[in-house]
């Protein structure tokens, strides 16, 4: 069966992001579903179980969570994967117990895989901020250091002024002699 890293990763994030990049390492072969934006990774449920079988608890879910039943009532399942549903059909969803309950699971799994991208992107951001913070602390240790040595410079300077000074003076008070 072929799902999406995206219905997987409402089941596991963290199995998504492992799927992923061994595609991207071409350690598991996956085709680009196109017509879809973003074209989406389409990757075979039977490869990944042979690229990493302790993924068969998710991949039985993903399977599981892939269909539903249809309006008929006639056993058969249909995909729900990336439809939307307008909100009078969601009611009607909820209404019974049983699609109700997978509904909301599904509601669910994509809140959390929504707060999952939320956590990576807060990380990126604070990590981010930290090496900036860290880049700034630098320049300022930078900036202190230059301008003791500026300050220390300036001193020499006025050292060096005065001795000619005085040496000026000297050959002058020796010339007039």
Sequence with gaps: ???????????????????????????????????????????????????????????????????????????????????RVSRDGLGARLGSDGEGRETMGRLLALMEAQAAMMRTLVDGMNRANGQREDRIDKMQDELQQMSYKLGQAHQEIGRLERRLADRQGLLARTGEA
């Design 1 to 83: 069966m072929d799902v999406t890293l995206g219905e997987i990763e409402r089941v596991s994030p963290e199995a998504a992001a492992r799927v992923r990049d061994a595609i991207r390492q071409g350690l598991l072969s996956a085709d680009r579903k196109t017509g879809v934006a973003g074209r989406p990774y389409l990757v075979r449920t039977e490869d990944v179980l042979k690229w990493d079988g302790a993924l068969e608890p998710i991949m039985r879910r993903v399977a599981a969570e892939g269909t539903v039943p249809t309006d008929g009532g006639d056993g058969r399942g249909r995909r729900m994967a990336g439809r």
